[in-house]
């Protein structure tokens, strides 16, 4: 079998090309894949050493003749993903959605770029009538929160032959667009690491500045506004100021809305709060093994499975996670979920001090987590359940497409 492959790989940082770049070593032992990429060049070696690798233009510029038996696009909410949005509805193939709600994607190019009409267009494929009095109201507030209650994937469902999603939520929402959709949930999978190739966690505190005796709390990730790192950033200067020995540290690259630096200024948590900024992949796994315990709130948000929050339920640590969307559907008993209320800080505050202060229960916690991982995010299944996933659409067809899917006029594809 030969299957196109189009995604983000690295150096777009996204947590995408980390998915992808993992899950290509296991697929790789199913078919031969060759992977189709945007105006840049892969930095991972294994993946140049080991892959076939074109521009996306080659399909395109050839009328979509190809020996391939199957195209796979993965579809992000991000810019990164334009060159895969249009090849998908030229040629069109299974599509991993890893977020049902694509809005910021359309916007960024459409309306971010002046195309007034084709945002319109969209909404209007979508919604109808109502579509124009969405756009009116989207453009005149100019505020990101208001994409989250319009998902935009109508077009992309229906020039799809298959879905793939990363949790019930995500396949809800894509048959709330279309109920006779071939959707298919496939976990977020869990890639181990081997630990001899990592410095030793107590030492690599000490290097980082930490001390024995201080309970790390980790905030991983690109760090978005939905991440609320504000209020986190309140919750251990509370923690501090009773009396506990806590440190933050935040690993990612700071994203706009997120002004962590400002905020710790004013909270005088220079001495608690260690940021590292985005760091590599290697790296990323190190500092996973630092924290005691994780926080990783999200919301709003666009329907995603956090890669971050599978990692870091994988070191058998305690993550507190927001009780909402996909993140809801982890079982109670091995996270620490926290409601999205007006409460929430005060929550968050509360459930800190009882885990300082419980080291068993966190231990247990932990471990359940872990156990939890392993067990149901296996990297080597979530391989075998995309295979099965490609012959089932292969042998049985699509879905029936109930609108001329069309396309955007002029996608635009960013250069790197």
């Given at each position: 079998?030969?299957?196109?492959?189009?995604?983000?790989?690295?150096?777009?940082?996204?947590?995408?090309?980390?998915?992808?770049?993992?899950?290509?070593?296991?697929?790789?032992?199913?078919?031969?894949?060759?992977?189709?990429?945007?105006?840049?060049?892969?930095?991972?070696?294994?993946?140049?050493?080991?892959?076939?690798?074109?521009?996306?233009?080659?399909?395109?510029?050839?009328?979509?003749?190809?020996?391939?038996?199957?195209?796979?696009?993965?579809?992000?909410?991000n810019e990164n993903h334009a060159y895969i949005y249009r090849s998908l509805l030229e040629h069109p193939g299974i599509v991993v959605l890893h977020e049902p709600i694509i809005h910021h994607f359309i916007f960024s190019q459409t309306a971010a770029k002046g195309r007034l009409?084709?945002?319109?267009?969209?909404?209007?494929?979508?919604?109808?009538?109502?579509?124009?009095?969405?756009?009116?109201?989207?453009?005149?507030?100019?505020?990101?929160?208001?994409?989250?209650?319009?998902?935009?994937?109508?077009?992309?469902?229906?020039?799809?032959?298959?879905?793939?999603?990363?949790?019930?939520?995500?396949?809800?929402?894509?048959?709330?667009?279309?109920?006779?959709?071939?959707?298919?949930?496939?976990?977020?999978?869990?890639?181990?690491?081997?630990?001899?190739?990592?410095?030793?966690?107590?030492?690599?505190?000490?290097?980082?500045?930490?001390?024995?005796?201080?309970?790390?709390?980790?905030?991983?990730?690109?760090?978005?506004?939905?991440?609320?790192?504000?209020?986190?950033?309140?919750?251990?200067?509370?923690?501090?100021?009773?009396?506990?020995?806590?440190?933050?540290?935040?690993?990612?690259?700071?994203?706009?809305?997120?002004?962590?630096?400002?905020?710790?200024?004013?909270?005088?948590?220079?001495?608690?709060?260690?940021?590292?900024?985005?760091?590599?992949?290697?790296?990323?796994?190190?500092?996973?093994?630092?924290?005691?315990?994780?926080?990783?709130?999200?919301?709003?948000?666009?329907?995603?499975?956090?890669?971050s929050v599978i990692k870091m339920m994988g070191t058998g640590k305690p993550v507190m996670i927001s009780d909402f969307c996909a993140f809801a559907e982890f079982p109670d008993d091995c996270c620490v979920k926290i409601p999205p209320v007006d409460t929430e800080e005060e929550?968050?505050?509360?459930?800190?001090?009882?885990?300082?202060?419980?080291?068993?229960?966190?231990?247990?916690?932990?471990?359940?987590?872990?156990?939890?991982?392993?067990?149901?995010?296996?990297?080597?299944?979530?391989?075998?359940?995309?295979?099965?996933?490609?012959?089932?659409?292969?042998?049985?067809?699509?879905?029936?497409?109930?609108?001329?899917?069309?396309?955007?006029?002029?996608?635009?594809?960013?250069?790197?």
């Open positions: 079998m030969k299957i196109a492959h189009f995604s983000p790989l690295n150096p777009i940082r996204s947590g995408i090309s980390d998915y992808s770049e993992e899950l290509l070593e296991y697929l790789a032992g199913y078919a031969k894949i060759d992977l189709f990429v945007g105006d840049f060049e892969p930095s991972n070696s294994w993946i140049r050493e080991n892959f076939t690798i074109k521009s996306f233009r080659e399909i395109l510029e050839n009328h979509h003749q190809n020996s391939y038996d199957i195209h796979i696009y993965h579809m992000g909410n009409g084709d945002y319109i267009q969209e909404l209007t494929y979508c919604y109808g009538e109502r579509g124009i009095e969405i756009a009116t109201r989207a453009l005149s507030l100019q505020e990101e929160s208001v994409w989250y209650d319009y998902h935009l994937c109508d077009r992309m469902i229906d020039s799809s032959l298959g879905i793939i999603v990363h949790s019930e939520f995500a396949r809800k929402k894509v048959l709330e667009v279309r109920p006779n959709a071939k959707v298919k949930v496939i976990r977020h999978h869990y890639a181990p690491h081997k630990k001899d190739h990592l410095r030793y966690p107590g030492a690599l505190r000490e290097v980082l500045g930490f001390g024995k005796d201080d309970f790390v709390v980790g905030c991983f990730g690109y760090m978005t506004s939905s991440k609320h790192i504000d209020k986190v950033l309140r919750v251990i200067a509370k923690v501090r100021n009773k009396g506990y020995k806590v440190k933050l540290l935040l690993v990612g690259k700071m994203m706009p809305g997120c002004d962590a630096s400002k905020w710790i200024e004013e909270l005088g948590l220079d001495d608690n709060v260690l940021v590292s900024g985005f760091v590599d992949g290697h790296t990323f796994r190190e500092y996973l093994q630092l924290p005691d315990v994780f926080i990783a709130l999200r919301h709003p948000s666009a329907g995603e499975t956090s890669g929550i968050l505050e509360e459930k800190l001090i009882h885990y300082i202060e419980s080291p068993e229960e966190r231990r247990r916690i932990g471990e359940r987590a872990k156990e939890y991982i392993l067990r149901h995010q296996d990297i080597q299944v979530s391989a075998r359940l995309y295979m099965d996933f490609v012959v089932d659409v292969l042998s049985n067809g699509p879905f029936d497409i109930s609108k001329d899917s069309g396309s955007i006029e002029n996608i635009e594809v960013a250069s790197k």
